[in-house]
């Protein structure tokens, strides 16, 4: 049986045993969220020995070369030494700037890192408060903002929405991995007619994009699309109607869980040159997804971002 050590602390473990599952399993903390090599909150850093790696495409070669694996997707088939991630040491510093509700369940959280970080609308980063970790998507953009803003759904109580509820202006907090994820803007696409279709805080991200996209002069149709579950889920209504009042080629619709079937049998493509890009919960993205295929838009014109629920 392979030994697993972690500081000064060893254990054997069965050959082939998950390594996340092994070092939670045993008292070592070790956060995650999806399980399936999409968050990157569960990074260790192998010191000696190396698991078995299932995904080795989703780090850069510097981090292989580093030692740093994903633990949800190795195994561990020899003896093996690892660093476990330390939001202390190994994490970015930043500060709480702001703490506003949008609505009775979004916490808006804007954050200022002690040096600036290089990212793009759509990205998402992993946010440490205290030693519980989760991957949130950007909300706000680089050019424009000073801050980074995250959209917390605090529906459900969890960890890291817990946490964050006892923030206050000042707190400091550590970022974890910048990720690249799969929305993005590509000023390419300038004359393109474009969909952003999202539910709940699946609009943070794709409301970045968006903004992008209109910091670009986009020329082609803009058509936003946020499916909530009740009315008072539309938490950014009053900025996208202030941008859609600027912009004639913006267009924006608000739709609940119970207009969703109705509303989804509406959904028409007037050009198949239309890019989609859908975020929200699995089930909402694939019922986007699977209405938008049925409407003639070619797979590859499609883009999407699952939010696992785990708060």
């Avoid at 509406?266 to 699977?290: N, P």
Wanted: proline share 6%; charged share 20%.
């Amino acid at each position: 049986m392979p030994e697993l050590r972690v500081g000064e602390r060893q254990w054997l473990v069965a050959a082939g045993s998950n390594l996340l599952d092994a070092l939670n399993q045993n008292g070592v903390a070790v956060p995650y969220s999806c399980r399936a090599g999409s968050c990157h909150a569960c990074l260790v850093q192998c010191v000696q020995g190396l698991p078995a790696d299932s995904r080795p495409d989703a780090l850069s070669a510097e981090q292989r070369d580093q030692g740093w694996r994903l633990a949800c997707q190795c195994q561990v088939i020899e003896d093996l030494q690892v660093h476990t991630f330390d939001p202390v040491t190994d994490g970015r510093p930043a500060t709480v700037e702001a703490l506003d509700w949008l609505g009775d369940s979004v916490l808006r959280l804007r954050l200022i890192p002690q040096r600036p970080l290089r990212y793009s609308a759509g990205q998402h980063l992993v946010l440490w408060a205290g030693h519980v970790a989760r991957p949130y998507s950007l909300a706000s953009l680089p050019e424009e903002d000073r801050f980074l803003e995250f959209h917390l759904d605090c529906r459900q109580p969890g960890e890291f929405s817990d946490a964050a509820r006892r923030l206050q202006i000042g707190d400091p907090i550590r970022l974890g991995e910048l990720r690249g994820g799969a929305l993005h803007y590509d000023p390419d696409w300038h004359d393109r007619p474009l969909w952003l279709l999202a539910a709940g805080t699946g609009l943070g991200p794709l409301f970045g994009v968006l903004r992008e996209a209109l910091r670009h002069d986009h020329r082609g149709a803009i058509r936003v699309i946020h499916l909530a579950h009740d009315a008072d889920g539309h938490y950014l209504a009053k900025p996208l109607e202030a941008l859609a009042a600027q912009r004639q080629n913006l267009s924006v619709e608000r739709w609940t869980a119970a207009e969703l079937p109705g509303a989804l049998a509406q959904l028409r493509l007037v050009s198949r040159q239309t890019l989609a890009l859908v975020c929200g919960s699995t089930a909402s993205v694939d019922a986007f997804a699977k209405r938008l295929f049925l409407a003639g838009l070619p797979r590859n014109q499609l883009l999407a971002d699952v939010f696992l629920s785990r708060g």
